[in-house]
């Protein structure tokens, strides 16, 4: 099987995954809502797992410190800006928090319109992510194929719950997150396409992508959990994160071990 066949099955699997996870919500949506904060800590720890453990090292590895260091701000910055587009986009339709005086950018006040682009751009860059690693070696690809697994489901969780508040009907919601899981395959086509074509443009997304994913993890999955402030939760989401990471660990040292 070839390694192009392979990150498109493993870019669409994670996207499967995501999605039936989340049509729990139209059914089972309390019990889903009160486990959400549970998954988003797992997802958090696999996340910082895979950029310490594998794309921070094999970056390093591919690049001398300095340019490596310079792709992976150029990650974070990347996410930020694509992030902060639509923030922008968000404020522009619905104004400023008139008591603040500034714009209230919560997920339960985005549009339904802005979810699924946001979704979208989202699954590009992870499908960008994974078949860049895949590129770089396997065992890095495995990792960042789990990391992806684990924050796509209590992402798509959020945009389920922000698309059924805003009225949207059920058919609607499941087409418009099809068509939003179809970025994932998206992204790693291009990357497929341009690889092949470009000398070293998977070696020079891999850091770019590793500081994506330690964006997400730090500025967007780690606050949330900060809104549960009750000491026992605390310690469940804390024993999650540190299991995401043992869980990374572990992978990428049996992986690892395999060869690349």
Not at 188 to 203: K, N, P, S, Y
């Amino acid at each position: 099987m070839s390694i192009n066949l392979i990150i498109i099955l493993v870019v669409s699997a994670a996207g499967v995954l995501g999605f039936l996870g989340a049509l729990l919500l139209l059914w089972k949506s309390d019990i889903v809502k009160r486990i959400a904060h549970y998954f988003l800590s797992f997802a958090v720890g696999a996340m910082l797992g895979a950029v310490f453990f594998d794309l921070l090292p094999e970056s390093f590895e591919l690049h001398d410190p300095h340019k490596a260091s310079l792709l992976i701000l150029v990650g974070i910055i990347l996410f930020f800006v694509v992030e902060k587009v639509l923030v922008i986009q968000h404020c522009h339709k619905h104004g400023i928090d008139r008591k603040g005086g500034v714009c209230n950018t919560s997920r339960l006040h985005s549009t339904a319109s802005l979810v699924i682009v946001g979704d979208f751009i989202h699954n590009f860059l992870d499908g960008v992510l994974v078949a860049s690693a895949f590129l770089v070696s396997i065992p890095v690809g495995i990792s960042a194929a789990i990391a992806e697994v684990a924050h796509e489901l209590p992402q798509e969780i959020g945009d389920f719950s922000v698309m059924i508040a805003s009225g949207m009907k059920k058919a609607r919601v499941l087409f418009w997150s099809i068509v939003s899981e179809l970025g994932s395959v998206l992204g790693a086509l291009l990357v497929i396409i341009f690889a092949g074509r470009v000398e070293g443009l998977a070696e020079l997304l891999l850091p770019i992508a590793a500081g994506g994913l330690l964006y997400i993890a730090l500025s967007d999955l780690i606050p949330e959990l900060h809104h549960d402030n009750r000491i026992d939760h605390s310690i469940v989401h804390l024993i999650l994160i540190v299991l995401g990471v043992a869980l990374l660990f572990f992978v990428g040292e049996f992986v690892g071990a395999h060869g690349h």
